[in-house]
């Protein structure tokens, strides 16, 4: 089982910066991918970013290329997802995940799950 535990979301005007963090437990954190998501009002999860346990690679959602860089600090088991140049429409839940299977996935399917940090950009 992996934990996982998000902080740093918050209220930002747009154009602005926040770096959002999310702690690992349980098992070998360097082992699993971790990858973030989120969730507008009455939209689906989406995905965010995600980087690979094994090699380190990285992908983003097209939202968020140029803006967003994911990264991971395996000494400390945290990821981070630094986002600026905020937009109104990123303003979401940001959802971390973890698993580790061979491929980095889109899809909302990954094994495990924070429970969320709320990201509000004002215009």
């Known amino acids: 089982q992996v934990q996982l535990v998000e902080s740093g979301g918050g209220l930002v005007q747009v154009g602005g910066s926040l770096r959002l963090s999310c702690v690992a437990s349980?098992?070998?954190?360097?082992?699993?991918?971790m990858g973030w998501f989120r969730q507008a009002p009455g939209k689906e999860r989406e995905f965010v970013a995600a980087i690979s346990g094994s090699d380190g690679s990285t992908y983003y959602a097209n939202s968020g290329k140029g803006r967003f860089t994911i990264s991971s600090d395996n000494a400390k088991n945290t990821a981070y997802l630094q986002m600026n140049s905020l937009k109104p429409e990123d303003t979401a839940v940001y959802y971390c995940a973890a698993d580790d299977r061979m491929v980095l996935r889109t899809a909302p399917v990954w094994d495990y799950w924070g429970q969320g940090t709320q990201v509000t950009v004002s215009s």
């Open positions: 349980g098992r070998t954190y360097s082992n699993y991918n």
